[in-house]
C-alpha cells in the first residue's frame, strides 16, 4: 500500500497531519537542512495525512456524458469513454483538485440490463454512490430532457438527503440553455449548463460543487465518544457470519440458514463482550464481481461494501474446511484497500483433521501472505470454540491502527535502517532515505523524503522493518514517497 508521490508544491495554507506545533517546526527545519522546498514538504504531509478526502459522486442514468466530465474534472483522460451506453461497469474513484480544493470523484457509469431492468439497475448503483458519497453530481442530458429513470434518481436524491449540484449536460452554446432551463422542472434546484465534451461551464459548475462539499467527510465510526466501535463481518455465502454474529451474542439475532444468502442487508447488533458494548454488522456474503451479479445480489454485495466503509474492524471469515478462493483474497484486498483494521477468522476449525490442517497452514502462507500482520482466530461459530479469542484480536488490531509513532523516533529508526541496509544502486546512483514522518493514523500513514526514486521492494522492505520494530498489528499501512529536486532547480 505504498505510492510514490511527484514533486509539486502547491503554494496554499496546509494542516499539519497528525504532528504538534512543536514536532511540526522542528521538522519543517529538518526539510530546510536537506534543501527540500518548504511549500512542497508542507503538501506532502497534508496529502498524507488529511486521511478521507470529500467524496463527490457523478451519477444519472446511462449516456449522459458521466465519464466525459469526470475526465473533464479530473483533468485527464482516464475514465473510458464511447458513445454508446454502458461502458463503465464498476464504480471507478479517481482524486481531483478545484481551487485548491482536493476531493475524490466516483464515476459511477453504464450498467448491463439484468432481470431486474435497466432503471433498477442504474437505481441500484446510484443508491450505493449516493450513500457513499458527501455530495452529488446529477448529470441529465439537456437535448433529451428528463426522463422517467431521471425523475427515479431524483427521488433516490431525496430520500438519502445529500447536497446535489444538478448538471445539464450537452450544452454547447447559448441555443442549449434554454433546454437546460426546462429541467428546473426536477426540483433540485438551478440547472448549470454544461458541455462536459468542450469544458463549457464546467468551472461554475465546480464553483457551485465546493460550495456543497465538505472540508473533511462525515466520519461515520466513533463519532460518540465512548460510543460503540464499529466490527463488520464479511465474507463469502454460507461462511457463518450469521451464526458466528449469534454465538458472540449469546442468542438468535440474527436467521441462519444452510442455505447460502440468507443475509440480504447488513444487520446491525449491539453486543456487550467482556464489559464492552460493540458494533457488530453482519453483512451479506459477496458472491462475484459486483457488475456481473444479478437481482438481489447486486444490491447486497454493494450494501456490503458500503458496511465496510463505515466500520472501523472488518473481520473476514474464511471457511477452513475449503480451499482459501481468490473470492476470498478478493474480499481481504476489500478491507486492506478501504484502510480497515483486519482480523482473519478461520470457521469451522472442529471440522478439520490433521491433513487438512497441514493444507491450510500452507495455503495460508502462500494465499494471504501478504497480510500476515493480520490477528488470526481459529474459531467455530457452531460450538463457540475460541469465541472468547476474538474481542482481543480485534482490540489488538484496532490498537495497531491507532497507533503513532513520534517524529523522532521514527527518524531514529529509519536512520539506523538506512546505515544497516542502504537502497541498491541503480544506475551509478544511489538514493536514500533522508528523513520521514508518520502524518496520519486509522490506518498509519507515513511520509518519507528521499535523494532519489525509491524502488518498490524497497519500500516493501521498510514497511516489514516498520512492523517487527513498531507493531502495527491488525492494520494496513500507507507509505508515500516525496523525492527531492535537484538543488537549484525550481518548477
Known amino acids: 500500500m505504498n505510492d510514490q508521490i511527484p514533486s509539486e508544491g502547491s503554494g496554499e495554507a496546509h494542516d499539519h497531519g497528525a504532528l504538534g506545533d512543536a514536532e511540526y517546526a522542528e521538522f519543517m527545519e529538518l526539510a530546510a537542512e536537506e534543501g527540500f522546498d518548504l511549500e512542497d514538504v508542507e503538501g506532502a504531509i497534508e496529502a498524507a495525512g488529511h486521511g478521507p478526502l470529500p467524496v463527490l ?12 466530465l469526470v475526465n473533464r474534472i479530473i483533468g485527464r483522460r482516464e475514465a473510458v469513454v464511447e458513445d454508446r451506453p454502458g461502458v463503465t461497469r464498476d464504480r471507478v474513484t479517481y482524486e481531483a483538485e478545484w481551487s485548491g480544493r482536493r476531493f475524490k470523484v466516483v464515476d459511477t457509469g453504464g450498467w448491463e440490463q439484468d432481470v431486474l431492468g435497466i432503471d433498477a439497475s442504474v437505481a441500484a448503483q446510484a443508491e450505493y454512490a449516493i450513500e457513499a ?29 445529500k447536497p446535489v449540484v444538478l448538471c445539464a449536460n450537452k450544452v454547447d452554446g447559448p441555443s442549449g440553455e434554454a433546454d437546460a432551463a426546462y429541467l428546473w422542472s426536477l426540483g433540485l434546484g438551478e440547472p448549470h449548463p454544461v458541455s462536459a465534451l468542450h469544458g463549457r461551464g464546467t468551472g461554475d459548475m465546480l464553483d457551485a460543487v465546493l460550495e456543497v462539499l465538505p472540508d473533511a467527510p462525515e466520519q461515520t465510526f466513533g463519532t460518540a465518544i465512548g460510543g460503540p466501535r464499529r466490527i463488520a463481518l464479511i465474507g463469502r455465502p454460507n461462511v457463518g457470519k450469521s451464526s458466528l454474529l449469534n454465538k458472540v451474542a449469546g442468542e438468535e439475532r440474527v436467521v441462519v440458514n444452510e ?43 454493494l450494501r456490503t461494501a458500503a458496511a465496510v466503509e463505515k466500520a472501523e474492524v472488518a473481520v473476514v471469515l474464511i471457511d477452513a474446511s475449503e480451499n482459501i478462493s481468490v473470492q476470498d483474497q478478493r474480499i481481504v484486498t476489500m478491507a486492506v484497500e478501504a484502510g480497515r483494521a483486519l482480523v482473519l477468522a478461520y470457521n469451522k476449525w472442529d471440522t478439520l483433521d490433521e491433513e487438512r490442517r ?31 479469542k476474538l474481542v482481543p484480536a480485534i482490540e489488538t488490531a484496532l490498537a495497531g491502527w491507532e497507533t503513532r509513532v513520534p517524529t523522532g523516533r521514527l527518524n531514529a529508526f529509519l536512520g539506523e535502517l538506512v546505515a544497516a541496509h542502504p537502497h541498491p544502486i541503480r544506475g ?15 490506518p498509519p500513514r507515513f511520509v518519507l523524503f528521499a535523494s532519489g526514486f525509491i524502488e518498490a521492494g524497497y519500500r516493501r522492505f521498510i514497511e516489514r522493518r516498520l512492523r517487527e520494530e513498531f507493531g502495527f498489528e491488525g492494520t494496513p499501512i500507507h507509505i508515500s514517497v516525496r523525492v527531492r529536486e535537484k538543488r537549484g532547480r525550481k518548477k
Open 133 to 161: 458519497a458527501d455530495a452529488v453530481v446529477f448529470v441529465v442530458d439537456a437535448k433529451v430532457g428528463a426522463t422517467d429513470t431521471d425523475e427515479a434518481v431524483v427521488r433516490l436524491l431525496r430520500k438519502a438527503g
Open 358 to 388: 497441514y493444507y491450510l497452514e500452507r495455503e495460508i502462507e502462500t494465499e494471504l501472505g501478504q497480510v500476515s500482520w493480520a490477528p488470526r482466530v481459529n474459531v467455530s461459530a457452531r460450538t463457540g470454540r475460541h469465541m472468547e
Open 259 to 301: 442455505l447460502a444468502g440468507t443475509t440480504r442487508d447488513p444487520v446491525d447488533e449491539l453486543v456487550e463482550l467482556g464489559g464492552v458494548t460493540w458494533k457488530f454488522v453482519d453483512t451479506a456474503g459477496i458472491r462475484k464481481r459486483v457488475h456481473l451479479q444479478q437481482g438481489a445480489d447486486y444490491y447486497a454485495s
Open 57 to 68: 459522486a457523478v451519477v444519472g442514468r446511462p449516456n449522459v456524458g458521466k465519464s466525459t
Open 428 to 442: 551509478g546512483k544511489q538514493p536514500r532515505i533522508l528523513f520521514g514522518t508518520q502524518a496520519g493514523t486509522k
